[in-house]
C-alpha cells in the first residue's frame, strides 16, 4: 500500500487522482468491511464528492495540501457535518452532526478525502473495541484477536489497507495501544497540541486527537495538519502548529533516553525482549540509555480511572433523550431520562458513570476525585524530574500483543490493566509515540512506546523513525 | 409589617442577574429577549456532543463592573460544573463559581443608613425556559412541557448578600439599591418583569440576640412586591410553627403569588447532591491588575452618588421627590432632570414627569431631547398647556420625537383664554351656590371640585393653576 | 481508606446518574466497582495533605473570546435532531418538580 506522502504527491503531480484513490480506498473496505466491522459508516458519495472536488482544484491549477487526495478513516466520536455521528453507541444511533470537529476541516482543508466513520468502544471507553453497540471489530492480523482500543477500527483500517491514515482519540492509550497491537504508528499528542472542539468527549481532561499510520513520516504529517491554536477549545495551546515532517530523520544522536522500569513491569517476555531490543538499536545510534523508575506510574491506573470516569459521568450526561439521539418515552420526564439512558448505554458506560458519579458524590469525593487529582500532580511532578534528567523516555506500549475476543470482558479490572503503561502519559498531559518493534506471540506485532514532555512530538518522530528503519531494513 | 413580640427575621438574598452582553456566555449567539424559539441556539448553547465552552470577555468585564461597584474584592477565579438532570439545561449540568468566584465580599449602603454585605457575586450560565402545557399552564398537572434555549447560556452574575437584612421593607429597598447599581454599572437593565433580575431569599427567624435560625430559601420572588410579601408571610409562618412547638425544616420553599404562600418544593433529605468539580474545558480566570483598574475607571458615579446630587438642588425635598428621584437616577434621567432644574422648572414638576410619564416610556427616551422636554414644562409651568395636555405632548415626544409646540398646535391644545376661562368659572359658580359659599368660607377643599368642574367643561383644556387664581379673584 | 461499596451505594449513584439496574445487574456492578475501588484504595490511602490538586496538566488563564456573534444554527436543523417537538420546541413529557 502506498503511504499517505506518496499519494498526496502522485495526485499534485497528476500521476494519479483522488477519484481514482478514493475508489481504490472503497473497494479495499468494500473487500474486507463485512468481516472485520471497521467502517460503521462508509460515505461513498461524500468521499467521491471530496475527491472530485480535489481534482477540480488540481485542474485548476490549485494546489489542494499537504494530504491532496488522501483517503482518511475518522473515529466515529469525530463530527462531521451533514454524517452520521454514533460514537460506538446505541443513544447516538443516526445522529448527524450539524457541525464538523476542528480536525475535520483541517483535514478537509489539506485535501484529505474522508472514507466514513470507524467503530470503536462506546463513548471510547474500552480497550479492545468489544464494547461498541455496532458489534466489535477485528483485528486484521488475526481476525480471532481484538484490534485493541478504543479507536480499533481506526487502526484496523490503516492495519487492513483500506486507508494510509486515520484518526483517533486517546484519553488512556486509546491511540497507541491499538497502534501496537495492529502493527501502526500512533500518537498521542500534547495535551491542547490538537482541537478537541467536535471531539465527542470521554474525559476532557485527558482526551487528544492523534493520527494512525503505516510510517512514522505519515503519522507526524497528519499531526502537522491537525495540530495548532483553535479559538473554540479554551483548552489549545496558544503556540501555533509545530514543522514535524522535516525532522523525521533527525536521529537520536546526543540524546538522553531514560528506559522506565515501570512501563515494563507485567509485561509478557516477548514485549519485554522487544523493548530491549529497542534500547540495544537506539544506543547504537548514538543516543545515551539510561534506567530509571518513576514509582508513581503504578498510581496512574487507579487515579486515571478515577478521574476519567468523573469527567465522563457529567460529559455523558446529556444523552438524556430531550434534544437528539435516542429516546424511550416514560409518563414524566426523569423517567424518560432513565429509560433512555438505560437502554441507549452499554454496560461498560453505565459502569464508569456509576463509578465516576460515585467518585463525585458527597461524602466521597475527597477519598477518590480529590485524591487522585492530588496524584496526578504527583505524577505531572515525576514526570518534569525525569525530563529534566533525560531528553525522551521508552517503555513498552501494551502488556501483550493483540489478545483474543472475550478473554477480558468479564473481569473489568484486567481489561483497564492494558492501558497501565499508556495512562501515565494522559494524567502528565504529555506526548508519546506508539511505534512497532519486532514480533511476539503468534507473530504479531510488539509496540514500543517513547515518551516526551509537552511539545516534544518532533523528537518522538524522531526516534521512532530510528526504531522503524532499524525494523524495515 | 411588625413581627409578633421578641421575633426577628434574619434575611439573605441571593440576586440573580443577566449581563447585557452581545453574546452569550460561552457561544457567540446573540443574548436578546424575546426571540422566536430555538432560534438562538448552537452546539455550545444546546449542548451537543463535542461542544466546548469559550468564555465571553465581556460577561467577565461586567461582573467585574459589578464587583466594583459593591466593594468587592476582584479575585483568582475557576469554574465549576454543577451537576444535575433538569430538560431546561442541555448539558444536564450547569457551569458555574464555586468555591474560588470572581468577586469576594463588599457591601452595598442603603438609603436608610443601613449597610448590607455581600458575601460573592459570582458568574454563571442561565438555562433555558420550559413551557408548560395542559389546562393549568402551570408546572403541575401539565401533560407535557416544551423547551426553548434561547436563554441557555445567556451570561448571569449572582449576588450573595450576608444574613444582614431584618426586614422586608429593608429586603425590597436592598434588591431596589442593587438593582439601580446594576443598571448604573451598565451591566444589567434590571428588568424583573422580562426575569432579567430574579431573587431567591433566605429566610430564618429568632429572639433577638439568639443564634440564628434554621432558614428556608424562598424561589421564584418575580418583583420587588412578591419579595416583600414572601418574606413575611414565610418570618410569619416560622413563627406560627416555632411557638406552636414546631421546628422549621431546612428546604426550599415556593412563592405562590395568587396564593400569597409559601409551600415546600424539596427538603434537605431530597437535596440534590450536586457534585460539583472543576469545570475542565475552561481554565482559570485571574483578571490582572491593569485590567481590574480599567473596569473601575470605567464605572460612573453610582446611584446613591447622582441621587444626592439632584437633592442637593432640591429645597427640603418631599417623601415623594425623594423615590422620584430614585426612579430617575435608575432610569439614567439625571442630565435631563438637572437640564430641567437648569432651566427653572419646579422640581416637583420635573420629577413628576419623569418618574411618571418618562419612566412610562423609558425604552423611547433618546427620541426626546432635552430641549423638548425644558419647552414642554416651561409651557405647562406657564399655564399654556394643561396638565393633561403636558402629559400628551410628553408621550407624543416619546413616541416620535417632534417639536412640542408645534404638536400642541397639532393636537388644538390652546390654552383657554383668561376671559373665556373667566366666563366658565362664573358660569359654574352660579350653578354651584352651596360650594360656591363654603370655598369662600375657607374650605379650600373645594378648590379642586370647581379644578374638576372646570375641566369637564374645557375637556380638560384649562390649567389648575389658573383655575385657582380666577377662583380666588373672586372670593 | 474508604469503606467498602455497598448494594445501596450504587442503587443510589444508579439513580443519580438516571440509570434503572435489574438486580442482577445490580448484584454485577457492586461486585465489579467494589474491585475497581478497591485497587483505587492504594491511592485513597495515601498521605497528600500538602499536594495540590491538578485539574488541568499545563497553567493556562485568561482564555476568552471577544463579544462577538456568530451564526447559530438553523432552527429547522435543530429541531430536525429532536426526538419530539412542537411549536418551535423540544417536547418532553411531563416535568415532575421545579429545577433545583
Known amino acids: 500500500m502506498k503511504s499517505a506522502i506518496d499519494i498526496a504527491n502522485d495526485v499534485r503531480t497528476g500521476a494519479t487522482t483522488a477519484v481514482a484513490e478514493a475508489e481504490r480506498s472503497l473497494a479495499a473496505i468494500r473487500s474486507r468491511n463485512e468481516e472485520l466491522n471497521v467502517f460503521v459508516h462508509v460515505d461513498d458519495e461524500g468521499a467521491l464528492e471530496t475527491a472530485q472536488r480535489v481534482d477540480a482544484q488540481i485542474a485548476r491549477g490549485e494546489d489542494p495540501g499537504a494530504l491532496a487526495g488522501v483517503p482518511l478513516a475518522l473515529k466515529d466520536n469525530l463530527c462531521h457535518v451533514g454524517k452520521l455521528t454514533t460514537a460506538g453507541s446505541r443513544i447516538l444511533e443516526g445522529w448527524r452532526s450539524p457541525y464538523s470537529a476542528t480536525v475535520v476541516n483541517l483535514v478537509l482543508k489539506a485535501g484529505a478525502v474522508p472514507m466514513g466513520k470507524t467503530n470503536m468502544d462506546e463513548f471510547a471507553m474500552g480497550s479492545s473495541t468489544e464494547t461498541s453497540y455496532y458489534g466489535p471489530t477485528r483485528n486484521p492480523l488475526d481476525p480471532a484477536r481484538v484490534p485493541g482500543g478504543s479507536s480499533g477500527g481506526s487502526a484496523a483500517a490503516v492495519a487492513a489497507d483500506m486507508t494510509p491514515i486515520a484518526l483517533g482519540s486517546d484519553t488512556g492509550g486509546s491511540i497507541r495501544q491499538p497502534a501496537a ?29 492523534g493520527p494512525f499510520a503505516k510510517n512514522v513520516t505519515d503519522a507526524a504529517l497528519l499531526l502537522e495538519v491537525i495540530a495548532g491554536h483553535d479559538p473554540r477549545d479554551s483548552t489549545s495551546l496558544p503556540e501555533g502548529a509545530p514543522s514535524l515532517v522535516a525532522g523525521v530523520d533527525a536521529g537520536v544522536a546526543g540524546k538522553r533516553i531514560g528506559l522506565v522500569r515501570e512501563l515494563l513491569e507485567g509485561a509478557d517476555d516477548d514485549v519485554v525482549a522487544a523493548v530491549g531490543r529497542a534500547r540495544e538499536v ?20 487507579s487515579a486515571y480511572y478515577l478521574i476519567a470516569p468523573a469527567e465522563a459521568s457529567s460529559n455523558l450526561a446529556r444523552f438524556d433523550g430531550v434534544r437528539y439521539g435516542l429516546r424511550v418515552d416514560a409518563d414524566d420526564v426523569a423517567a424518560m431520562n432513565e429509560a433512555t439512558r438505560t437502554l441507549g448505554f452499554g454496560a461498560e458506560v453505565k459502569r464508569r ?34 525530563y529534566d534528567q533525560v531528553d525522551l523516555l521508552l517503555g513498552a506500549t501494551a502488556p501483550s ?36 518493534f519486532g514480533r511476539g506471540e503468534g507473530d504479531l506485532p510488539i509496540g514500543v512506546q ?16 530510528v526504531l522503524e528503519v532499524e525494523q524495515t531494513s | 409589617m411588625t413581627l409578633p413580640d421578641g421575633w426577628e427575621m434574619v434575611v439573605g438574598l ?7 452582553t452581545t453574546t452569550k456566555m460561552f457561544c457567540g449567539c446573540a443574548n436578546v429577549f424575546g426571540a422566536e424559539p430555538n432560534t438562538r441556539v448552537c452546539a455550545v448553547c444546546l449542548g451537543l456532543p463535542g461542544s466546548l465552552p469559550v468564555l465571553n470577555v465581556r460577561a467577565v468585564e461586567l461582573a467585574m463592573a459589578i464587583g466594583s461597584a459593591v466593594h468587592s474584592t476582584i479575585s483568582p477565579s475557576t469554574f465549576h460544573r454543577k451537576n444535575y438532570f433538569y430538560p431546561d439545561m442541555p448539558k444536564d449540568f450547569q457551569i458555574s463559581q464555586y468555591d474560588l468566584p470572581i468577586n469576594v465580599g463588599g457591601y452595598v449602603d442603603l438609603p436608610d443608613g443601613s449597610r448590607v454585605s455581600i458575601e460573592r457575586a459570582h458568574l454563571e450560565e442561565d438555562t433555558g425556559k420550559s413551557t408548560h402545557l395542559g389546562a393549568s399552564g402551570r408546572i403541575h398537572g401539565a401533560e407535557r412541557s416544551l423547551v426553548d434555549y434561547n436563554r441557555s447560556g445567556v451570561p448571569l452574575v449572582e449576588i450573595v448578600s450576608g444574613p444582614d437584612i431584618r426586614s422586608s421593607a429593608q429586603a425590597r429597598l436592598y434588591a431596589s439599591e442593587l438593582r439601580g447599581i446594576l443598571i448604573a454599572t451598565g451591566a444589567s437593565d434590571g428588568r424583573m418583569e422580562e426575569g432579567s433580575m430574579r431573587i431567591d431569599a433566605n429566610v430564618s427567624v429568632r429572639h433577638a440576640n439568639e443564634p440564628f435560625g434554621t432558614r428556608c430559601e424562598i424561589k421564584n420572588l418575580n418583583s420587588l412586591r412578591s419579595l416583600g410579601r414572601a418574606i413575611d408571610f414565610e418570618a410569619l409562618r416560622q413563627i406560627d410553627l416555632l411557638n406552636a412547638g414546631g421546628v422549621v425544616r431546612q428546604e426550599t420553599r415556593h412563592w405562590d403569588e395568587t396564593l400569597g404562600a409559601t409551600s415546600t418544593m424539596r427538603t434537605k433529605e431530597e437535596a440534590e447532591d450536586y457534585r460539583y468539580f472543576r469545570e475542565p474545558d475552561l481554565v482559570d480566570l485571574a483578571p490582572d491588575l491593569a485590567w481590574q483598574e480599567r473596569v473601575r475607571d470605567g464605572l460612573g458615579p453610582m446611584p446613591a452618588e447622582r441621587r444626592a446630587a439632584l437633592a442637593a438642588r432640591l429645597n427640603e425635598p418631599t417623601s415623594t421627590q425623594l423615590d422620584a428621584l ?5 432610569l439614567g434621567f439625571d442630565v435631563l432632570v438637572a437640564a430641567a432644574l437648569d432651566a427653572d422648572v419646579d422640581a416637583g414638576l420635573v420629577l413628576a414627569r419623569a418618574a411618571n410619564e418618562l419612566a412610562a416610556d423609558a425604552e423611547n427616551i433618546h427620541s426626546l431631547t432635552t430641549d423638548a422636554f425644558i419647552t414642554t414644562l416651561l409651557m405647562e409651568q406657564n399655564g399654556e398647556l394643561s396638565a393633561t395636555q403636558a402629559k400628551t405632548v410628553l408621550l407624543e415626544l416619546l413616541a416620535h420625537g417632534g417639536d412640542p409646540r408645534a404638536i400642541a398646535n397639532a393636537k388644538g391644545f390652546e390654552q383657554l383664554s383668561a376671559d373665556s376661562l373667566g366666563d366658565v368659572v362664573a358660569a359654574l359658580i352660579q350653578a354651584n351656590p352651596d360650594e360656591w359659599s363654603r370655598f369662600r368660607e375657607g374650605d379650600e377643599k373645594l378648590a379642586q371640585f370647581f379644578i374638576g368642574q372646570v375641566m369637564k367643561v374645557t375637556k380638560g383644556q384649562a390649567n389648575g393653576k389658573a383655575v385657582i387664581a380666577e377662583l380666588n379673584s373672586r372670593r | 481508606m474508604a469503606t467498602p461499596l455497598r448494594r445501596e451505594d450504587v442503587a443510589k449513584v444508579a439513580k443519580l446518574a438516571r440509570l434503572s439496574l435489574s438486580d442482577e445487574e445490580l448484584d454485577m456492578f457492586t461486585e465489579q466497582l467494589g474491585q475497581i475501588l478497591e485497587h483505587a484504595n492504594d491511592i485513597a490511602a495515601l498521605q497528600l495533605d500538602d ?50
Open chain 1, 181 to 209: 497491537l495492529c502493527g501502526l504508528v500512533g500518537v498521542k499528542p500534547t495535551y491542547g497540541l490538537v482541537s478537541r472542539f467536535g471531539l465527542i468527549a470521554f474525559a476532557s481532561s485527558l482526551d487528544q486527537i
Open chain 1, 282 to 301: 537506539l544506543t547504537e545510534a548514538g543516543a545515551t540509555v539510561v534506567d530509571l523508575s518513576i514509582p508513581e506510574c503504578r498510581l496512574g491506573l
Open chain 1, 353 to 386: 458513570i456509576m463509578l465516576g458519579t460515585y467518585a463525585l458524590s458527597a461524602g466521597y469525593y475527597d477519598a477518590y476525585y480529590g485524591q487522585a487529582l492530588k496524584v496526578r500532580t504527583q505524577m505531572i511532578n515525576a514526570f518534569h524530574r525525569a
Open chain 1, 401 to 436: 500483543v493483540a489478545f483474543k475476543f472475550g478473554e477480558k470482558t468479564s473481569n473489568p479490572l484486567a481489561m483497564y490493566l492494558s492501558d497501565v503503561f499508556t495512562i501515565p502519559t494522559n494524567l502528565a498531559g504529555d506526548a508519546a509515540i506508539s511505534v512497532p
Open chain 1, 450 to 465: 517513547l515518551l516526551g514532555p509537552g511539545r516534544s512530538e518532533a523528537q518522538l518522530f524522531a526516534a521512532a523513525r
Open chain 2, 14 to 20: 441571593e440576586v440573580h442577574t443577566e449581563l447585557k
Open chain 2, 326 to 330: 430614585q426612579v430617575v437616577v435608575d
Open chain 3, 51 to 100: 499536594v495540590v490538586a491538578t485539574a488541568h496538566p499545563f497553567g493556562l488563564i485568561n482564555v476568552m473570546r471577544e463579544d462577538v456573534l456568530e451564526p447559530c444554527l438553523s432552527r429547522d436543523d435543530v429541531l430536525a435532531m429532536a426526538p419530539d417537538s412542537e411549536d418551535g420546541r423540544f417536547a418532553v413529557p411531563r416535568i415532575m418538580g421545579e429545577a433545583p
